[in-house]
């Protein structure tokens, strides 16, 4: 779509959602009481086949939304690319469906991004709802070492001083006063300026997950940096948008991540296809993935929703 300056605005903030008709409604209400300042702004919300009633919601209670509405879910990377072709905004700020934006998070943003030209990205400080810290956004590139000592790793709450696990999760910095420089960012809330966005093709279509390393790592190649914002901070829900998930879905997760791990790790470092690294990294997350499809296998399955903010879900959403 051709835009012109008389209508830019400074941010288009684009939620992809599916089937999350009560957490998209609250969020879509947390932007627009949001203390914006001067900071000019849209909201695009790209909806991925939702059968909950989630774009008649839309329609009625928020007409002025812009809406894409996909006939099936076409994916995290997709979605976000296909909102960002229609976004006015100087600033592409990319949304989970289940996020509350709290204050004046999203000018702090702004401004801050208008004065340093040399950052392509920035991030907010994620939040549980009880306001603690979920270190999901702001971390050094996923290493072998992330996998022992990732966020929510037995041994990173046994040893949550751990030097490996404040180097992965850059715990040290969450309450610094300014923004610092991070490795990469979630997509569950993550502001993109618009040029660097598209010269490194935007969202990884390829990719489900680690498709947020993949665009800033692309970033950083092309010469730009990415920072996380500590005094921007937003509600992260974090996978309750998505619903209750059966066994077989969890599982097919599970494979999906390692899959992408490894692509991951190979891509990062540039492993060939005969490169012993390749092979014994793909060993490592396989026997990882065994080990936890098997204690998948063991647990329950979830009980029935008791809320319709999990009604509708059974695939699990697609914001991840």
């Known amino acids: 779509m051709e ?89 592409l700020l990319h949304l989970n469906d289940d996020i509350l934006i709290l204050d004046d998070a999203l000018p702090k943003l702004v401004e801050w991004m208008d004065r340093n030209p040399g950052a392509a990205m920035i991030g907010s400080r994620l939040l549980n709802l009880d306001r603690t810290d979920q270190f999901s956004s702001g971390r050094s590139f996923t290493t072998p070492w992330a996998a022992i000592f990732g966020r929510k790793s037995v041994l990173t709450r046994l040893f949550p001083n751990s030097s490996f696990a404040r180097g992965y999760l850059l715990s040290d910095k969450i309450d610094s006063a300014a923004p610092y420089e991070v490795d990469w960012l979630s997509a569950a809330a993550m502001m993109t ?4 966005y ?3 093709g935007g969202l ?31 509600v992260h829900y974090e996978g309750a948008g998505s619903g209750v998930r059966t066994r077989k879905v969890r599982i097919r997760h599970i ?35 065994g080990a936890l499809m098997l204690l998948e296998s ?22 991840l």
């Open 3 to 91: 835009w012109g300056l008389e209508q830019q605005v400074d941010v288009s903030a684009i939620v992809i959602s599916l089937n999350s008709r009560r957490y998209l409604g609250d969020c879509i209400r947390s932007l627009k009481t949001a203390a914006w300042r001067s900071v000019t702004w849209e909201i695009i919300v790209v909806d991925n086949g939702s059968t909950d009633g989630s774009l008649e919601v839309l329609a009625k209670e928020h007409p002025d939304v812009r809406v894409i509405a996909n006939p099936s879910n076409l994916g995290y990377c997709k979605a976000g690319n296909q909102g960002a072709e229609i976004a006015r905004g100087r600033y």
């Open 193 to 196: 300026r618009r040029e660097p």
């Open 198 to 200: 598209w010269k490194v």
């Open 204 to 234: 990884a279509e390829d990719f489900y997950y680690f498709h947020e390393q993949v665009i800033c790592k692309r970033l950083q190649e092309a010469g730009f940096k990415n920072y996380l914002h500590p005094q921007a901070r937003i």
């Open 255 to 289: 494979q999906g991540f390692h899959r992408a791990a490894h692509r991951w790790y190979c891509m990062h470092h540039g492993l060939g296809p005969m490169h012993p690294l390749r092979w014994a990294s793909a060993a490592m997350l396989a026997a990882r993935a």
């Open 298 to 319: 063991l647990r329950p399955e979830p009980p029935k929703p008791k809320s319709d903010y999990d009604l509708g879900r059974p695939e699990g959403g697609v914001a």
